[in-house]
């Protein structure tokens, strides 16, 4: 699997918009980028994939550059409830479906 | 999205006993299922994979004979750890998805405190 570097924490001000970068150079044609995140002591939210081009849904958009070696997560108007740990997660259709968690973004959003 | 459940969401139990966590697809069949161990302050840590009617596959390091994993129908998987020792007090976490290429939805934890 590729591997992932995210900062290890980011703030953001309560309604303007969180942007989580995600490096990963070594992803594989066949992989996707996936997002999820984890508020405290709960299991883990999906939030967004893709593979090459840009996404977006009700809860973000993700941004992935032209050469695929990174992307980003926003999230267009932060609120309280989003402060949570994002990972971001490559994966290929030919991994029997596995997540590998990294460290991920500590994000708090503050009034 | 989809919804996965577990139960118990924590229990506590005496060294020396075993403890049975039980997980759920409620709206969707789940071919695979996935169990995770997460320790405080750490990232979660994917202990095996599970298929409907076959054997998990364990990750290196995770041993079988003390984690045991049925996945005995399209919406219930169990993990029952075995001779539960304070060390394996932590937050254990399953996913489920329809297929390989589709995205993982993941159950609430369970909170297992061995005293």
């Known amino acids: 699997d590729a591997k992932t570097t995210q900062p290890t924490s980011m703030d953001c001000a309560e309604g303007r918009a969180a942007n989580l970068p995600c490096n990963h150079s070594?992803?594989?044609?066949?992989?996707?980028v996936y997002w999820y995140r984890q508020i405290h002591s709960q299991g883990p939210q999906y939030i967004i994939h893709g593979l090459k081009n840009n996404e977006t849904n009700e809860m973000a958009s993700l941004i992935i550059t032209e050469d695929r070696k990174s992307s980003t997560l926003i999230l267009p108007h932060a609120t309280l409830r989003d402060t949570a740990v994002y990972y971001c997660i490559v994966r290929g259709d030919n991994q029997g479906g596995k997540l590998i968690f990294g460290q991920g973004t500590e994000l708090s959003v503050k009034p | 999205g989809a919804v996965v459940s577990q139960h118990p969401s924590r229990v506590i139990c005496k060294s020396g006993t075993s403890v049975k966590i039980e997980c759920r697809s409620l709206?969707?069949?789940?071919?695979?299922m996935f169990w995770y161990r997460q320790f405080p302050k750490k990232s979660l840590m994917l202990m095996a994979t599970?298929?409907?009617?076959?054997?998990?596959?364990?990750e290196q390091g995770v041993e079988k004979d003390k984690f045991l994993i049925n996945h005995a129908s399209l919406t219930l998987s169990t993990l029952t750890v075995t001779s539960a020792h304070p060390e394996d007090s932590s937050f254990y976490i399953c996913?489920?998805?329809?297929?390989?290429?589709?995205?993982?939805?993941f159950g609430p934890g369970t909170r297992l405190t061995v005293t």
């Open positions: 996913s489920a998805q329809e297929g390989s290429q589709y995205e993982q939805y």
């Open positions: 599970s298929n409907e009617g076959s054997k998990a596959t364990y």
């Open positions: 070594t992803i594989s044609g066949n992989e996707y």
């Open positions: 709206d969707f069949q789940a071919t695979t």
